[in-house]
């Protein structure tokens, strides 16, 4: 079946502009998660929804930084006057129990 | 927070040879998965094993929960094997994965 798809792929910004990274996780999961991978590091943890709840995001670096997963599906992950280090990968992840499956992955670099 | 280290941190390997990779955690946990990042960055399921031990063709995986370790193996390796492994768990009831900072694998022809 169909696993977890991210969109864009790639995102070039100019640093101070808005960025919306957007998540489809596998139909019927119920958890989604956010994840940030600097390059030669593993995927730190940013915020977790249940349903539309979001449960945690104590990950989040800045307010800048806002998810959201308004109909319990899919989920955009949006960043504000982006910085320089913002420039990472963004993992989605969903689970319907306890193992996490994760997406492709959006790369956004801000200039 | 749980602390995940894993060793070594790069691997070089000859085709055919096989591997043990390491991930050791700080508390126990309520789960445990290895990845494989590709090289266009994917991370694929390798193993979800809070305990015990699984095996899918040349890998297998074996977690000691009490010892707080887990052993991933790697055996007549491939060139396509190359990649990152990770390994990640989160402790009690909370969800977020904490990951290690992966083992960079390279398996030359």
């Known amino acids: 079946g169909a696993g977890v798809s991210q969109s864009p792929r790639y995102k070039v910004a100019k640093r101070g502009q808005d960025v919306a990274l957007r998540c489809d996780p596998i139909s019927g999961h119920v958890s989604l998660f956010w994840y940030q991978q600097a390059l030669g590091q593993g995927p730190e943890f940013l915020t977790y929804f249940q349903n539309e709840a979001q449960l945690d995001k104590s990950g989040l670096p800045s307010d800048r930084f806002f998810a959201e997963r308004p109909e319990g599906s899919v989920s955009t992950l949006k960043i504000q006057r982006t910085q320089q280090e913002d420039s990472a990968v963004y993992l989605c992840a969903s689970s319907l129990a306890r193992e996490q499956y994760f997406g492709p992955g959006t790369r956004l670099t801000v200039t | 927070g749980i602390q995940v280290e894993q060793s070594p941190p790069d691997l070089i390997l000859q085709e055919g040879a096989n591997s043990t990779l390491r991930c050791n955690f700080s508390?126990?946990?309520?789960?445990l998965q290895w990845f494989h990042q590709n090289p266009w960055g994917q991370l694929i399921n390798l193993f979800y094993i809070p305990s015990g031990t699984k095996q899918n063709g040349r890998l297998s995986a074996t977690t000691v929960a009490t010892e707080r370790y887990s052993l991933l193996y790697i055996s007549s390796s491939q060139t396509t094997d190359s990649g990152v492994y990770f390994c990640?768990?989160?402790?009690?009831?909370?969800?977020?994965?904490?990951f290690g900072k992966g083992i960079t694998l390279s398996v030359r022809p």
């Open positions: 990640a768990v989160y402790p009690g009831a909370n969800s977020k994965l904490t």
């Open positions: 508390d126990s946990v309520n789960n």
